[in-house]
């Protein structure tokens, strides 16, 4: 059974930065694309960052150059490590593994709040 645990969420202030952890367990993860993504309530979901098994990487236009994801294979984790939060970041952040086969799970998601 494939399960991702999100973890690493919480309440920061305008400027802060928190770091978010996802751990699989039950899939190969070496071979697959990681996400992050976030949802606010009453919006679509929207994409954050993703990294490939290579380690290249993608980003939104809204994280760029505060946001950093990263993979660790050997421990089968993505983090997504968020800097100079705005109170715009404030949403559910959800993990996301895309296999080779297309297949997609999702965590249940942790939920960061940016506010003073």
């Known amino acids: 059974q494939v399960q991702l645990v999100e973890s690493g969420g919480g309440l920061v202030q305008p400027g802060g930065s928190l770091r978010l952890s996802c751990s699989a367990s039950g899939i190969t993860f070496r071979y697959n694309v990681m996400g992050w993504y976030r949802q606010v309530p009453g919006m679509k979901r929207e994409l954050v960052a993703a990294?490939?098994?290579?380690?290249?990487?993608d980003y939104a236009d809204f994280v760029k150059g505060r946001f950093t994801i990263s993979r660790e294979n050997a421990k089968t984790t993505v983090s997504l490590q968020m800097n100079t939060l705005k109170v715009e970041d404030t949403a559910v952040y959800y993990c996301?593994?895309?296999?080779?086969?297309?297949?997609?799970?999702w965590g249940e998601g942790t939920l960061v709040t940016v506010s003073s």
């Open positions: 996301k593994i895309t296999t080779l086969l297309g297949m997609e799970y």
């Open positions: 990294i490939s098994s290579g380690g290249s990487t």
